[in-house]
């Protein structure tokens, strides 16, 4: 039989537009993975523990070519319209994972035996996952309207009827039912006079299994078909000679048992090799045969299974997502409605297995355009002010991944970086001590900006006294009017929020800023906290007196305290 051949199966991505140049040459590392909890969105995402290392790889890499993002968005946007084909892909995934830890293990082989076995289990998978996924992406093709999706169903309908497939799928099947037969080996074994063995060779290699009296009449020659010539070299132990001339060992040795033992392995080794001689002749036909394009695409389906579940999810508890609108780079927009935290709300799901989440969740509209790109947060303790934060953060990591985003609906220029800056917890080796960790951070990332990034400050340089952090944090937010860049500045410093006037005056630039608040609703039992964040001009006066209540210190609280001292010292 001439040896089959069959096209090098094409690179297909589901994630990149050019499968060969998938290097993230228009995308950035995010160096502010931690701080916004991206390794708990992609465990949420990851159908398997296995894809957590890439799901998070991706959600940490920073895409912002517009093309390849709709590329993503019209990949997903099809496992969420068609969630019986969804399902399909994540049926596959363990025979996908099967498959990839079967070529992992051929690696690890080193004897010609293993190594063939493997090789054949390879392809027996390879043959079973893209017949499979052939076949549904051919039931579903007529839904589907993503060009990835496409392009793979024309490329596995041509590999599953290439000549070569074809032959392979009806040859194997007989390849593993001849390594089937093989199922026990024979072996003589000499005894000396005292019946202690002391030698041992392969009789016979065959296609039946040995039952407990079968065998025992074999060992003991009753059996008058058993072949007593040996196949490989008859070994003996070193004593042998003794019993050739009569004299009795004392003592059976363990060393004789270990060096037979191992002995007749090696020689197993070698007549298998004999046995899988013409099955690896069979399978050097499909040499040209690789499963590389599924191993490939597996973490890919993996990320789009994973991702359609969260969504669907989501949905299913009252919560939106939804599909962001790209918008150009040069615009630096952000417009979202309704916008609320991933993470929190992965907490109160984990917090609360069934039911509406709608009522727990507060979303946020959310603006970063010509009347404001740098906003200077302010509001109570415990108001929402970093959950806003970190939600406004995740929009463009998820965004800018392909996903769709938690809002209901969500429009955006991509940002070419997203720079943290939190407040350093200071430890005794800091050399420069918190202020000068913390003004050395801003620095770097300063020296890193663009006016296309995003810049997420956190109660920063708020680590010395009130009058200095002011004039610091004031010159930061200038420079940010400079750089043009989007940013959000949470901070205590009511001041700072008042001065957005006067900066915009006082400093050019293209990059508005502008006070935003985290309201509170005023009412005869004190202060309640809304986690809505709306632009307004600082309530510092107001949030005084509400923490002064909230610890027992306002001024009616202690004169209340005072008066009843009073009391208690008349009588």
């Not at 590392?29 to 992609?42: G, M, T, W």
């Amino acid at each position: 039989m001439p040896p089959a051949s069959q096209a090098e199966p094409r690179s297909i991505s589901l994630l990149w537009l050019d499968a060969e140049s998938s290097n993230d040459a228009n995308a950035s590392k995010l160096a502010a993975a931690d701080d916004l909890r991206v390794k708990v969105i992609a465990d949420a995402i990851s159908p398997h523990v296995d894809y957590l290392g890439p799901i998070h790889n991706l959600l940490s890499t920073l895409l912002t070519d517009e093309e390849t993002l709709r590329y993503r968005q019209d990949v997903l946007e099809d496992c969420l319209a068609n969630p019986a084909f969804s399902e399909g892909l994540r049926a596959l995934l363990p025979q996908l994972r099967n498959l990839h830890n079967t070529v992992r293990d051929i690696r690890a082989r080193r004897n010609q035996v293993s190594l063939v076995l493997s090789r054949l289990s390879e392809l027996e998978d390879y043959i079973e996952c893209v017949t499979e996924l052939e076949a549904l992406l051919r039931k579903h093709l007529a839904a589907l309207k993503a060009l990835a999706w496409r392009d793979l169903a024309r490329e596995l309908a041509r590999i599953v009827n290439e000549p070569a497939f074809l032959q392979m799928t009806e040859e194997l099947p007989q390849l593993r039912a001849e390594i089937r037969q093989v199922v026990s080996v024979t072996i003589g074994v000499n005894l000396s006079p005292d019946l202690k063995p002391v030698a041992a060779t392969l009789l016979s290699i065959n296609k039946e299994r040995f039952h407990g009296p079968r065998f025992f009449r074999k060992l003991w020659g009753i059996d008058e078909e058993a072949d007593r010539r040996g196949i490989s070299t008859l070994r003996e132990s070193p004593e042998a000679q003794r019993f050739r001339n009569g004299r009795i060992l004392s003592e059976r040795r363990d060393m004789l048992d270990r060096l037979a033992a191992n002995a007749l392995f090696g020689d197993l080794g070698v007549v298998l090799d004999d046995v899988i001689r013409p099955i690896a002749r069979a399978l050097e036909r499909y040499t040209q045969i690789r499963s590389g394009l599924l191993r490939a695409l597996e973490p890919e389906i993996a990320f789009y299974v994973g991702a359609a579940g969260l969504v669907s999810d989501f949905c299913d508890r009252g919560l939106s997502f939804c599909r962001p609108q790209l918008l150009p780079a040069e615009e630096r927009r952000l417009e979202a409605r309704a916008l609320y935290n991933l993470d929190l709300a992965l907490r109160f799901a984990r917090q609360q297995r069934e039911g509406d989440l709608k009522a727990q969740i507060v979303g946020n509209d959310v603006s970063f355009d010509d009347k404001g790109r740098i906003h200077i947060l302010t509001g109570p303790n415990r108001g929402g002010k970093t959950t806003y934060i970190q939600a406004i953060g995740l929009l463009h990591v998820l965004a800018q991944t392909g996903m769709y985003v938690p809002a209901d609906s969500a429009a955006l220029s991509p940002v070419d970086g997203i720079y943290l800056h939190f407040p350093a917890e200071e430890k005794p080796n800091m050399e420069s001590g918190r202020l000068g960790e913390e003004a050395g951070r801003l620095r770097e990332i300063f020296g890193r900006a663009t006016r296309h990034s995003l810049l997420l400050l956190n109660e920063s340089l708020a680590s010395t006294s009130a009058t200095e952090s002011y004039f610091l944090a004031r010159d930061v937010v200038c420079c940010l009017r400079i750089l043009g860049a989007r940013a959000l500045y949470v901070t205590h410093l009511h001041e700072l929020a008042a001065d957005c006037e006067s900066i915009n005056s006082d400093v050019p630039g293209d990059s508005r800023v502008q006070s935003l608040i985290s309201l509170v609703e005023e009412g005869e039992d004190g202060v309640r906290r809304t986690y809505q964040v709306v632009p307004a001009p600082p309530r510092g006066q107001s949030y005084a007196r509400e923490i002064a209540r909230q610890y027992g210190i306002s001024f009616e609280q202690l004169q209340a305290l005072l008066a009843e001292d009073r009391d208690d010292g008349e009588r």
